[in-house]
């Protein structure tokens, strides 16, 4: 499949990025993932992506969450765009 989304970070982002990727080196091959599924289909029209779609979440927040392994990301769409929010790491503590 051809790319048909176009991938932007935002400041936010691209500081969460800065800081996991010196700390994990696994995160910018989970990112680069990531980017390329979202580029391909964010809205996950083909059911083969874990991606979910948030509810009570203000514009702006990331109303879509893609989970790879122990890697969070959330990101809103905007027509052909899609503008990556958040990058975080699931701790085992997060739920409890």
Same mark, same amino acid.
Request: proline fraction near 4%; hydrophobic fraction near 35%.
């Given at each position: 499949?051809?790319?048909?989304?176009?991938?932007?970070?935002?400041? @936010?982002?691209?500081?969460?990025?800065?800081?996991?990727?010196?700390?994990?080196?696994?995160?910018?091959?989970?990112?680069?993932?990531?980017?390329?599924?979202?580029?391909?289909?964010? @809205?996950?029209?083909?059911?083969?992506?874990?991606?979910?779609?948030?509810?009570?979440?203000?514009?702006?927040?990331?109303?879509?969450?893609?989970?790879?392994?122990?890697?969070?990301?959330?990101?809103?769409?905007?027509?052909?765009?899609?503008?990556?929010?958040?990058?975080?790491?699931?701790?085992?503590?997060?739920?409890?």
């Amino acid at each position: 499949m051809t790319p048909s989304f176009r991938v932007t970070l935002t400041t @936010h982002f691209k500081r969460l990025f800065g800081k996991m990727a010196e700390r994990n080196p696994d995160f910018v091959g989970a990112c680069n993932q990531a980017v390329a599924m979202l580029e391909v289909d964010p @809205h996950n029209v083909s059911r083969s992506y874990p991606i979910r779609k948030l509810v009570n979440v203000r514009a702006g927040e990331g109303h879509y969450r893609l989970r790879l392994g122990r890697w969070r990301f959330r990101y809103d769409i905007v027509g052909q765009e899609v503008i990556l929010q958040y990058c975080g790491l699931r701790r085992e503590g997060t739920y409890d």
